[in-house]
């Protein structure tokens, strides 16, 4: 499909932001589209969790616009952005840590769907909910039937991410925003959380903020490479070979040692 005829979700219209003398996001325009899954690659510090942040409304920009499905919504909080239906990202939502897994996704789908009070919700709404179709077809796709009835603080750091991704694609969310998704998870863990993340492809609209390449290889459809607040490169995994790429995200001279490129080869960045 020619990039044109795809909907924009959405759009990043010259974003900058800058903390003291650091021009963290450099005049970034970007746009993301309906049911893809898009990846943000760069090294720390590159601009990734502050262009992130300007996206979900958690920053102000200090010039250019958010749109989203075309209407202007940079100067509009998190919060609102949320109720729009924009986005969810579970870095934004609390869970129950004291109530069961399966618990807080009836909250989460309740919280999202109707408009009765919390605490109404948490003293009439589980009990009665536990067993709804919807509630327990994501228990099995995000594979937490084990774990339905153990209470959050119990949970492993990969269940927990797992159960966290689960409650915000309960809401519907227009787009589900991550950043760094499997940050200080085990390998394993790593895959399940991938593994209920690719269900999604086609279903769902995806941006996913990510420092190490092999983490997401194989799993974006599009993805950009961010360096000193700015854009250096956009397309798919062909991409990463781009010098200024190499030299910026791989720290690859392409006029220096054979050894230094054999790593870049190996799919890590430290
Ligand atoms: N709240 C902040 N206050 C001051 N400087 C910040 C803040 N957030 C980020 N920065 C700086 O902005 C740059 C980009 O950071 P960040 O967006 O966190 O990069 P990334 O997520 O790609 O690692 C870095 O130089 C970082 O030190
Ligand atoms: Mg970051």
Redesign the pocket.
């Known amino acids: 499909m020619s990039p044109d005829k795809r909907t924009v979700v959405i759009k990043a219209e010259g974003v900058s932001k800058r ?2 003398t ?1 021009q ?1 996001v450099d005049q970034v325009d970007y746009q993301l589209y309906e049911n893809e899954v898009a990846g943000i690659l ?1 090294s ?8 992130f942040n300007l996206l979900t409304g958690y920053y102000l920009p200090d010039e250019g616009r958010i749109l989203y499905q075309g209407q202007d919504v940079t100067r509009m909080t998190p919060q609102q952005r949320v109720s729009l239906g924009m986005m969810r990202s579970f870095q934004l939502t609390s869970t129950f840590d004291n109530l069961s897994v399966i618990d807080n996704l009836v909250l989460a789908f309740f919280r999202a769907h109707k408009s009765a009070s919390l605490w109404q919700l948490l003293i009439n709404t589980c009990r009665k909910h536990r067993k709804d179709e919807k509630i327990l077809a994501t228990l099995a796709s995000f594979d937490l039937e084990r774990v339905a009835d153990r209470l959050v603080k119990h949970l492993g750091l990969g269940e927990k991410r797992r159960m966290e991704i689960a409650m915000e694609i309960l809401a519907e969310p227009k787009v589900l925003l991550l950043d760094e998704p499997l940050a200080g998870l085990a390998e394993s863990e790593i895959k399940g959380v991938l593994d209920i993340l690719r269900q999604q492809v086609g279903k769902q609209t995806i941006l996913i ?1 990510e ?1 190490k390449i092999s983490h997401v290889q194989d799993f974006l459809q599009r993805l950009i490479v ?1 360096h000193e ?1 700015r854009i250096i490169a956009e397309g798919g995994y062909e991409c990463l070979q781009n010098p200024e790429v190499r030299k910026s995200y791989w720290q690859i001279d392409d006029s220096a040692s054979e050894s230094a490129s054999a790593s870049a080869d190996a799919g890590e960045v430290s």
């Open positions: 903390f003291g650091v963290a760069g720390n510090g590159a601009g990734k969790t502050t262009f903020v420092h961010m607040g």
